[in-house]
């Protein structure tokens, strides 16, 4: 596989990044990275209609004692669009840049969108995850409620008949970023991230493959280290998925963030981060033993 530079560059606050950027090609798609510290790997994946600048508050906070990888999603912020005719999954990707990295395990993280991502990705090689974070994470097959689903088909609605930059517009007026609309730095960084948005999941043909069985019929099945995080204050939707998620997945830390709503990572940092650190820190491994005496490894938890 290829790589070459990637220069995202600054918008709306965002800092210039002073770090290893690149893409990787794929199959149809080029996928935008960067490369943050050293030590275990722990690998950030965004929401849907943003980008890897979310995780800004994240990557300062971890990159001191952790190899923090970010990238852009298939079709978001510099990744840019992808081809049409060429299926993929974003698990797969995923796996691919992990594999790209040389990294056999990664703690993953994601937000909304990027929580299915991950969860997919952990349900697909559970051996190379050792520990997820799911923030405010999709669940399908949990019902979204009425406001958020009826601003949902909007958004998409406007899109196709009106055109990106009406569908970016309605994105930004969703009940899921209403906490962050409040908060003016963030809600800059926000309108920054989406305006850079292809769109090309509204407006064309998204040859993502389905995945079967769906995360939500095999929750049982996440062995490793599952810490969910939602926001006090995001839309009830995404509370009961969250909620389900602590209730099915084996052993789940279940913590409910104080005055955030859904972009819990951006709205109140210092409490994700600690959050996160204290998750991270208690999976540092040990050696252990097998009954035949062979080294294996196991991870504090």
């Known amino acids: 596989m290829m790589t070459s530079p990637a220069m995202p560059g600054a918008l709306a606050g965002f800092p210039p990044p002073a770090l290893t950027s690149r893409v990787l090609v794929r199959p149809g798609a080029r996928l935008a990275y960067e490369v943050t510290g050293d030590g275990p790997a722990v690998v950030l994946v965004h929401g849907f209609g943003l980008d890897m600048r979310m995780w800004e508050p994240q990557v300062r906070h971890l990159a001191a004692r952790f190899r923090v990888v970010r990238y852009d999603c298939r079709g978001f912020g510099a990744s840019g669009p992808f081809d049409p005719a060429a299926a993929y999954t974003h698990a797969g990707d995923l796996m691919a840049l992990l594999d790209h990295l040389g990294i056999g395990q990664a703690v993953l993280a994601g ?7 991950v969860m997919e990705a952990a349900l697909a090689a559970p051996d190379r995850v050792r520990g997820l974070v799911l923030l405010d994470a999709v669940l399908e097959g949990v019902p979204w409620d009425p406001d958020s689903a009826r601003a949902l088909d909007e958004t998409g609605r406007r899109a196709r008949a009106r055109g990106v930059l009406a569908g970016r517009a309605a994105w930004l007026a969703h009940p899921l970023f209403a906490a962050a609309r409040r908060q003016p730095d963030v809600a800059g960084q926000l309108a920054a991230m989406v305006g850079g948005y292809p769109g090309q999941h509204w407006t064309g043909h998204d040859p993502h493959q389905p995945i079967r069985p769906r995360p939500i019929d095999r929750l049982e099945d996440l062995a490793m280290p599952v810490l969910v995080l939602v926001g006090e204050h995001d839309v009830r939707g995404f509370r009961e998925m969250s909620a389900v ?31 996160l650190a204290r998750f991270l ?14 080294g294996a490894q196991r991870w504090n938890h």
Not at 111 to 117: E, H, I, K, T
Not at 245 to 255: D, E, F, M, N, W
Not at 281 to 294: F, H, K
Request: glycine share 12%.
């Open 281 to 294: 820190e208690q999976l540092r491994p040990s050696a252990a033993v097998t009954p035949a005496g062979q």
């Open 245 to 275: 998620l602590a209730r099915r997945i084996p052993g789940a830390r279940y913590h409910v963030v104080a005055g955030a709503g859904h972009m819990i990572n951006m709205e109140q940092p210092a409490a994700v981060n600690e959050l």
């Open 111 to 117: 937000l909304s969108f990027g929580g299915r991502v």
